[in-house]
């Protein structure tokens, strides 16, 4: 059966998706372009929901033996070796540049720089901790592995629409997934988005009402705080932005 051209570049974004989120191998040979790199953010929710799907089998299994906080950091430490610690790594770094950089260049200078700082290292551990104690205290420990990886990863899709890129082009592995992003494939994220929470909403009343709030206003706030700091967006901002709609996710599913 012949493939048409169009989704065979589908289905080889789908997997550079996999392979620029996680260290899965890619399961596809990548015709790699630039525009292909755009193309492959609109499946970021999907790479977000099947890595959601291993980290609540992966606790399921685990709790048979332990019990649940060991569970959820040993799930925790899996989620940070499948990813590479991307978001975490991204996180540590925005909050090192915007908390020591006292300019526009001074922030993106220290926002490069592979070394962790005072910043960084207090977020990085503050944002961990909080993590494993939220998971131990939603109702549905499983749910929320599954849904967070998702949901969460709508918020750099609303950054990459509203906000400029700023960064060296030609040193960032981001920049070409921000080139070209549209608001078509915006909303086919948010609707796939849409459809997980409401499909889920038998085991979490109202997760969808949540995924909203989480993503809108960590998008508001801390794409405001890039915007007055940075004038733009980078990498490690959007990886940011994933570890924040997480938390504050689960603030509202435990609340």
């Not at 610690?85 to 540049?97: I, Q, Y």
């Not at 809108?216 to 700091?229: C, T």
Request: aromatic share 10%.
């Amino acid at each position: 059966m012949t493939v048409s051209p169009a989704l065979h570049r589908e289905w080889q974004a789908f997997w550079l998706a996999v392979g620029f989120l996680s260290r899965v191998p890619m399961m596809a040979k990548i015709d790699y372009s630039p525009r292909l790199m755009s193309q492959c953010s609109v499946y970021f929710p999907i790479v977000g929901l099947l890595l959601g799907v291993v980290y609540a089998v992966l606790f399921t299994l685990l709790a048979q033996v332990w019990s649940e906080w060991i569970s959820v950091i040993l799930v925790l430490g899996f989620h940070l070796w499948i990813t590479g610690a991307f978001h975490e790594d991204g996180l540590a770094d925005s909050v090192d540049a915007l908390g020591g950089g006292y300019s526009v260049e001074a922030r993106l200078t220290i926002m490069k720089d592979s070394r962790i700082g005072t910043y960084g290292t207090v977020a990085l551990v503050m944002a961990l901790l909080l993590k494993v104690a939220l998971l131990n205290a939603t109702p549905a420990i499983w749910l929320a592995l599954l849904a967070t990886p998702c949901l969460a990863r709508l918020t750099p899709l609303v950054l990459m629409r509203v906000l400029p890129y700023v960064s060296d082009p030609d040193t960032s592995k981001s920049k070409p997934v921000a080139d070209g992003f549209s608001t078509q494939r915006l909303i086919v994220a948010s609707v796939f988005v849409a459809v997980v929470c409401l499909l889920l909403d038998a085991w979490s009343p109202g997760l969808l009402m949540w995924a909203v709030i989480s993503v809108g206003v960590v998008a508001l706030l801390w794409g405001w705080q890039l915007k007055r700091d940075l004038g733009g967006y980078t990498g490690d901002a959007l990886g940011a932005s994933v570890v924040f709609s997480e938390l504050l996710l689960l603030l509202l599913m435990v609340a």
